[in-house]
């Protein structure tokens, strides 16, 4: 039989393999335990990872014991309570030590602690976001032809000593050894061989100066072929890199919200727990990944993070500017066929209703043409508006492209983007 030892070395952890075992096999228990994290802490923590603890008795091994049952006729030495015959109470609680399980109180104070440990932070957010998947992930065209990598390319006579390639230096070095050696390999055997004809003679034929100079000859041979250097700067040879293109995945997400005055700090910190949800999301599928927020009342503009969620401006709702002002930045900075493009809304579904028809028609004739995805979050608690009914419409016209959820409070966040990046069956 043949056995195969695995001695590869880990590359952080010297344990990982089993580490990875471990976290497939309570899988189960570690999901429920991350999502109960997720809704307890706040989505800004999900830079760190999580301690994770999984009850005694769910890491417990299966074994096989011998049980109290049978039929036996014994008498311990020393007994002086009982008789052949008498019938002995089976002691209760099954197998256990202490009669109470491994988990459970005893008479004596003691039990065992559930088993804890701690997830990394890639760790964690595997958890968070296993059984997900962005819809309609592509890899857009080769455009910005700065973004280069260095790729390996053969090998050169010229380099840094970093980059020297021992094997093909090695080989470079064996054949100028073999091709310098051989001949004065075939001069000092001829000459080797001169000097045995010679010597063989008979003392009267025999010419002493023919054989001192044979002897000279192959003593300047052999020193000329431990001259021959194992390794020369010649033979070195150096992996050589060129700066190659290549096919860049990029993605921008356009996070928009409403700051009317209809919508509170609470409602705000909800959208933000989404929106920072959503980029870590795209963070983990896409090389690179840039942020667009564009903040609406009557009005809409394009504004960096601090101002899109902490500016005290507000004013009445007019959803349809935010909309076309999308579509602006999109046709200026981001064209479709370089771009992966992803739009996250959130508001509390007031708008004007006049406005609400104009929004449907811009989403369905100009953004959801261009976009992968779009998802709008309605954070009330109260009934639909308008401008939900008319996203129903958009909804219906793009099943795979468009999603809307309606979120009451901040437990609500993580269930909602499960809802909305579920996977998938093919073709759905």
Known sequence: MSYFIDRRANAKHKSAVNRQRFLDRYRTHIKRSVEEAVNRR???????????SIPTRDISEPVF????????????????????????????GGGGENGAGEGGASNQGEGMDEFAFTLSREEFLDFVFDGLELPHLERKAM????????????????????????????????????????????ALRDARDALEA???????????????ELKAEIERLEKRLEAVPFIDTYDLRYNHLVNQP???SKAVMFCVMDVSGSMTQAHKDIAKRFFLLLYLF?????????????????????????????????????????LSLVDDIIVERYPPGQWNLYVAQASDGDNWDDDSVTCRDLLIRKLMPRVQYFTYVEITP??????WEEY??????????????????????????RELFKRRAAGG
């Open 42 to 52: 706040s989505i800004t923590d999900m830079e760190r990872g999580e301690k994770v």
């Open 65 to 92: 014991q011998h049980g109290p049952g049978g039929k036996r006729r014994i008498i311990a030495p020393g007994n002086q309570e009982f008789v052949e015959g008498d019938r002995l109470q089976r002691p209760s």
């Open 143 to 186: 455009v910005d032809l700065d973004e280069v990598r260095p790729v390996r390319a053969g090998v050169s006579k010229e380099g840094v000593p970093a980059r020297v390639n021992i094997v093909r230096s090695m080989r470079e070095a064996h054949a100028r050894r073999i091709a310098m050696r051989a001949p004065i390999r075939r």
């Open 198 to 212: 010679e010597e063989r003679k008979d003392p009267v034929l025999r010419n002493p100066a023919r054989i001192a």
């Open 246 to 248: 290549q096919p860049s």
């Open 282 to 322: 795209l963070e983990r599928n896409y090389e690179k990944v840039e942020l667009v927020f564009v903040r609406h009342h009557t009005a809409a503009r394009e504004v960096d993070e601090e101002e899109f969620f902490y500016s005290r401006e507000t004013g009445g709702t007019i959803v349809s500017s935010a």
């Open 382 to 387: 109260h009934a639909h508006q308008a401008l």
């Open 392 to 417: 129903e419409t958009v909804a219906t016209e793009f099943p795979a492209r468009f999603a809307m959820r309606q979120i009451v409070e901040a437990g609500d966040i993580y269930p909602v983007f």
